[in-house]
T-cell receptor, first 114, second 112 residues
Framework: DSGVTQTPKHLITATGQRVTLRCSPRSGDLSVYWYQQSLDQGLQFLIQYYNGEERAKGNILERFSAQQVPDLHSELNLSSLELGDSALYFC?????????????FGPGTRLTVL | KNQVEQSPQSLIILEGKNCTLQCNYTVSPFSNLRWYKQDTGRGPVSLTIMTFSENTKSNGRYTATLDADTKQSSLHITASQLSDSASYICVVSAKTGNQFYFGTGTSLTVIP
């Protein structure tokens, strides 16, 4: 158990809908990362937050947005969902924002868009 | 273009044997290289992290090497166990923009 929690575990929704994925980092970790893992694209970095501020952006679509709230948990919002958004979404956390910090991954949320 | 390539794509070995997985990258400017182990349907678990100045790092039966000149890394697994069956993913970070580039992984199966 990494200490990172993600909810929900599974999510099934329809095209065009909007969903919110939630992540609680390990106690004391200030940095949160979001990743998408699909069968055809592998793991991709989406976005990183540090202490409430956006720190780095990867291959995140404009339909997706994220935030890190004052208690440091994070939400990933996915809107106008398409079939291709079906994937495992992982959250990871680390103590600081420096890129050589070890990241601890949560168990993931499996999103299925029908 | 920043890319990470891993080989082989899949590997089957007998329990107790050693194996080596490869990672080649073109990411620049280089910051660090990580190896992760990912069991099916679970989050990746960090095995090693190496910066530019490190050329070997061990974590139990896992030893990673890095040659920053040739932009190659390897992960050596010693005395494999059935629990080593997983996907092994190489990730390279770029200094610019704090980006992470993932390889597609090597699927390792250890058989008794």
């Amino acid at each position: 158990d990494s200490g990172v929690t993600q909810t929900p575990k599974h999510l099934i929704t329809a095209t065009g809908q909007r969903v919110t994925l939630r992540c609680s980092p390990r106690s004391g970790d200030l940095s949160v990362y979001w990743y998408q893992q699909s069968l055809d694209q592998g793991l991709q970095f989406l976005i990183q937050y540090y202490n409430g501020e956006e720190r780095a952006k990867g291959n995140i679509l404009e339909r997706f947005s994220a935030q890190q709230v004052p208690d440091l948990h994070s939400e990933l919002n996915l809107s106008s969902l398409e079939l291709g958004d079906s994937a495992l979404y992982f959250c990871a956390s680390s103590v600081r924002a420096v890129d050589y910090n070890e990241q601890f991954f949560g168990p993931g949320t499996r999103l299925t868009v029908l | 273009k920043n890319q990470v390539e891993q080989s082989p794509q899949s590997l089957i070995i007998l329990e107790g044997k050693n194996c080596t997985l490869q990672c080649n990258y073109t990411v620049s400017p280089f910051s660090n290289l990580r190896w992760y182990k990912q069991d099916t349907g679970r989050g990746p678990v960090s095995l090693t992290i190496m910066t530019f100045s490190e050329n070997t790092k061990s974590n139990g039966r896992y030893t990673a090497t890095l040659d920053a000149d040739t932009k190659q890394s390897s992960l050596h697994i010693t005395a494999s166990q059935l629990s080593d069956s997983a996907s092994y993913i190489c990730v390279v970070s770029a200094k610019t923009g704090n980006q992470f580039y993932f390889g597609t992984g090597t699927s390792l199966t250890v058989i008794p």
